[in-house]
C-alpha cells in the first residue's frame, strides 16, 4: 500500500494515482459530498463540522479520505483559511447535483404505501420553533408512530432558499410568499403582543392605544428575521423610536435587553405563551385597535409526491395550535376543516400553489 507523501512545509498533499479499477471501487460516499458541501458553504471546518452534526476532526478525516480516493487535493488548508482547489470548485458543484438527484429519489419513493414514515427533514424560523415542536412533536407520533422528525431552525430567506435546493423536505414560515415551485397552506394566525417591562410608564396602563406609543423606544430582533421588519414598519406608523444599536440575535436575547430597561418591543404569541407569561418582570398587551398578527404557513415542493400526507400533516400542527395555544387575548387559530385522522384522501383545501410574483 502506497501511503500519502506530505510537504510539511506547506501542508500539501501529494496523492497517488491509483488504478482505474482501484478508483472504481472507492467511489465517495453521500455523507462525503455531505461534508464537502458543508465546508464550501461555510469555508470553515468548525462551522461545517456543526452545520453536518458532525466532530471537526471526523469531518477533517472523511474530507482527507475523499480526496485519497479519488486520487486529488480538492482543498488547500491552512490555520487561517480554506481554499478550495479549481477542481474541488468543480467536484462541489457535481456534489450538489448529486444530493439533490437523491434526495429527489427520495421524494417520489420514500412513503408510497406506508403514510408518513421514514425521516422528514423540517425547517422551521427559530421564534416558532421551539414553542411549538413541544407541543406538537406527542401528537404527531401519536398517530404516525413510525415518522422520525429531523428539525432545523434557519432565517426564513434561508429557509426558502434550502427548501428549494432540497434541504428540507418542509418548512415553517411565515406566509404568504411568492416563490415558484411550492404548495402552501396557512397553519396558524399568530397575534404579535407589545410586550414592555413592570418597571416601564406603559405598564401602569390597563389599555396601550396606538397613540400611546409615540416616542417610545423599540428594540427589534437583528436583521434577516421577520419581526425586526413588522417592529420597523410599526414604530415608523405610530412615530415610536428604534434603537438599532442594540438588536437581539434571538428572542431570549432580546427579552433579558428589555428587563434593563432598553425599550420594549413585539414579541410572537407562541414565545409569549411559553415564556412571557412566566416572566413577572413584564406585562403584554394586545395593542387596542390595531390587532398585530402574523400568518405562519407550511411549505413544500410542488415536485413531492404523497401531497394528501403533507396536508395531513399540516392539518395535524393546525390541530395542535388550535388546542394548546389558546386563551391568550386576541388569539386566532385558522382551522379550516375538521381533520379526520382515518381519512388517508382528506385535503386541506387552503393548499395552494405558488407560482411567483
Not at 234 to 246: N, S
Not at 266 to 274: E, H
Request: charged letters at 25%.
Amino acid at each position: 500500500m502506497i501511503s500519502n507523501q506530505v510537504c510539511s512545509e506547506h501542508r500539501t498533499f501529494l496523492y497517488p494515482r491509483r488504478a482505474h479499477g482501484d478508483r472504481i471501487a472507492s467511489m465517495p460516499t453521500l455523507r462525503q459530498l455531505e461534508y464537502l458541501i458543508a465546508l464550501a458553504d461555510t469555508l470553515h471546518f468548525r462551522r461545517a463540522a456543526e452545520r453536518v452534526h458532525a466532530t471537526q476532526p471526523t469531518l477533517s478525516e472523511q474530507l482527507q479520505a475523499l480526496e485519497r480516493r479519488l486520487g486529488i487535493q480538492l482543498v488547500e488548508r491552512s490555520r487561517s483559511k480554506v481554499l478550495f482547489t479549481a477542481i474541488g470548485l468543480e467536484v462541489v458543484t457535481i456534489a450538489r447535483r448529486v444530493l439533490c438527484d437523491i434526495r429527489r429519489i427520495r421524494d417520489i419513493t420514500g412513503n408510497n404505501g406506508y403514510g408518513l414514515a421514514g425521516v422528514i427533514r423540517l425547517g422551521l424560523i427559530s421564534s416558532v420553533g421551539p414553542y411549538f415542536l413541544s407541543r406538537v412533536v406527542p401528537e404527531l407520533h401519536a398517530h404516525y408512530p413510525h415518522l422520525k422528525l429531523y428539525a432545523r431552525e434557519e432565517l426564513p430567506n434561508e429557509l426558502f432558499s434550502e427548501l428549494g435546493d432540497g434541504v428540507h423536505d418542509v418548512i415553517i414560515a411565515p406566509a404568504p410568499v411568492s416563490e415558484n415551485g411550492l404548495k402552501q397552506t396557512t397553519i396558524f394566525d399568530e397575534p404579535l403582543y407589545l410586550t414592555v417591562p413592570v418597571n416601564h410608564g406603559l405598564a401602569k396602563r390597563d389599555i396601550v392605544r396606538v397613540k400611546d406609543l409615540a416616542k417610545v423606544e423599540f428594540l427589534a430582533p437583528g436583521p434577516g428575521h421577520q419581526l425586526q421588519q413588522v417592529v420597523v414598519d410599526l414604530a415608523a406608523e405610530v412615530g415610536a423610536k428604534m434603537r438599532f444599536d442594540y438588536e437581539g440575535t434571538s428572542l431570549d436575547t432580546l427579552r433579558e435587553m428589555m428587563a434593563t430597561g432598553l425599550g420594549v418591543s413585539i414579541l410572537p404569541g407562541l414565545y409569549v405563551r411559553a415564556v412571557i407569561k412566566n416572566d413577572s418582570r413584564f406585562k403584554i398587551f394586545d395593542i387596542r385597535g390595531l390587532h398585530l398578527r402574523r400568518t405562519i404557513g407550511m411549505f413544500w415542493r410542488n415536485t413531492k409526491t404523497g401531497h394528501e400526507h403533507l396536508t395531513r400533516l399540516a392539518g395535524i400542527f393546525r390541530k395542535t395550535v388550535a388546542s394548546e395555544f389558546k386563551g391568550l387575548p386576541g388569539w386566532i387559530a385558522f382551522i379550516t376543516c375538521t381533520v379526520a385522522f382515518s381519512d388517508p384522501t382528506l385535503l386541506d383545501p387552503n393548499v395552494v400553489e405558488s407560482t411567483g410574483a
